[in-house]
């Protein structure tokens, strides 16, 4: 039996063949296929290069996914169990087909139409309620302790993970949120990779591996949501990148809807909900935080939505939240809140 690099390699070798038949929307631009994204979108975000040392890795520019063809095939397909991947790919490299055949040519293999969050609909359904977890206690060792009333988060104990490099398969724990959009409808999921610390048995850190944190499914415009109202307005909100960021906020501050995009530029594309008049923007001290910031900010004040930023006192609310405590995360927040918002959303 092949393994996860072995597929992947396989793969690589016919590596247009495999985006005409999972990325049919797509077209070949030199040594690239090109398309909108791995729902198979028509578009120019993703590229996959198709020879050279990189074929068969691709990315996309607009949500930061990226990977090898066994990813691409996983992500166009919704799957989430490495055993039914392989299968998928197993099935695919067994077709006869010709590498050389033209969009709309007889040969050519029917496109894949799955919805965009599919897998990360079925992640999200396999998980387990947060409470006295692994991930609850990854979250109550830095200072969050109410975590487990927010439904968006849930817990995997043994959630798939491959290694881009080697191409090994592995699975950890894992603290799973889920991706809403302004429906409430999960589009994505973010997923944090934990193990046990050996040192110290209730000790839980990060997995020890490349990118502890990834991200799946339908990012775009859309976040992690906590507090919001099942319906109706929202006249006045936070928003920010870092989960544990904004789960740090909402900790100190348990009246306000909350949402955390995960990255800058899905920061500045977050939609906005409906009957929002002012929107609180967690500050994130880097370059890219700063993007965010004024790509939301702007957006806003489009909308004529009230911009305001937050900002921590070290490097981000998690760190304020650990460092220096909730009395005094509330007191350096209570300074920036438009007088209307204090009363009603920081604990007295």
């Not at 390699?9 to 690239?32: F, I, K, P, T």
């Not at 109706?232 to 960021?245: D, N, T």
């Not at 001290?285 to 900002?311: F, K, M, N, T």
Request: with cysteine; aromatic share 6%; net charge positive.
């Amino acid at each position: 039996m092949l393994s996860a690099s072995q597929l992947a390699d396989r793969l690589a070798r016919d590596a247009e063949a495999v985006c005409r038949h999972y990325l049919s929307a797509g077209r070949r631009a030199g040594n690239y296929w090109i398309v909108g994204d791995v729902a198979n979108s028509k578009g120019k975000s993703l590229y996959v290069h198709l020879s050279g040392p990189r074929a068969g890795r691709w990315t996309d520019a607009a949500t930061s996914q990226y990977g090898d063809l066994l990813d691409l095939v996983r992500e166009t397909c919704g799957l989430v169990d490495f055993r039914d991947v392989a299968d998928e790919v197993r099935r695919f490299l067994s077709l006869p087909r010709q590498a050389s055949s033209r969009r709309g040519d007889a040969h050519t293999d029917p496109p894949v139409d799955r919805p965009a969050g599919e897998r990360a609909r079925r992640l999200f359904r396999m998980t387990q309620p947060l409470g006295r977890s692994l991930a609850d206690s990854y979250l109550r060792q830095r200072g969050i302790l109410r975590a487990a009333q927010h439904q968006a988060l849930r817990y995997h104990p043994s959630c798939f993970y491959r290694d881009l490099v080697t191409g090994r398969t592995l699975s950890y724990p894992a603290l799973i949120a889920g991706v809403t959009d302004s429906s409430g409808v999960i589009t994505g999921v973010h997923r944090t990779y934990l193990e046990r610390s050996g040192l110290d048995p209730d000790g839980v850190g990060k997995a020890q591996v490349d990118t502890p944190r990834r991200a799946l499914g339908g990012l775009l415009g859309n976040a992690v949501r906590f507090l919001f109202p099942v319906h109706g307005s929202v006249p006045v909100m936070a928003a920010g990148e870092g989960l544990e960021s904004i789960l740090s906020l909402a900790h100190v501050m348990p009246g306000m809807p909350m949402a955390a995009a995960l990255t800058a530029n899905h920061l500045a594309a977050f939609r906005l909900p409906d009957g929002c008049q002012r929107i609180y923007i967690a500050a994130d001290a880097d370059a890219a935080g700063r993007h965010g910031i004024e790509g939301l900010s702007r957006r806003a004040q489009a909308l004529g939505i009230v911009p305001l930023v937050l900002s921590p006192e070290l490097g981000d609310f998690n760190e304020d939240l650990r460092r220096l405590g909730p009395d005094r995360l509330t007191v350096h927040l209570r300074a920036q809140l438009a007088p209307e918002d204090i009363q009603a959303l920081l604990p007295t």
